[in-house]
């Protein structure tokens, strides 16, 4: 059974910084692309960033130059670094991958953005 768990949101101002990770289990991440989304009150859930199997990273737009995605296979484990935050970051973020035909979703982890 795949699981993925989300952690290390919070509530930081603007300029902050935090770090998300993303626990799997029952899937080896290593063989996956891996993906963050975000999902903002009242907004449309929107991919944020993605890694390939061979560590190729994509971002959307609105986080180049400020979000760095990267993956430990070792431990299983994803993270988003964020830096520079600003009050539209505001959302909750959700790890998400694909293996087959099933895509496979956290439980998010909410980030606040707040002066």
């Known amino acids: 059974q795949v699981q993925l768990v989300e952690s290390g949101g919070g509530l930081v101002q603007p300029g902050g910084s935090l770090r998300l990770s993303c626990a799997a289990s029952g899937i080896v991440i290593g063989f996956y692309k891996m993906n963050w989304y975000r999902q903002a009150p009242g907004q449309q859930r929107e991919w944020v960033a993605s890694?390939?199997?061979?560590?190729?990273?994509n971002y959307t737009d609105s986080v180049k130059g400020r979000f760095i995605i990267s993956r430990d296979n070792a431990r299983e484990t994803m993270y988003l670094q964020m830096n520079n935050l600003k009050p539209e970051d505001t959302a909750v973020y959700y790890c998400?991958?694909?293996?087959?035909?099933?895509?496979?979703w956290g439980q998010g982890t909410q980030v606040g953005v707040f002066s």
């Open positions: 890694i390939s199997m061979v560590g190729n990273t």
């Open positions: 998400q991958t694909t293996r087959g035909s099933n895509d496979y």
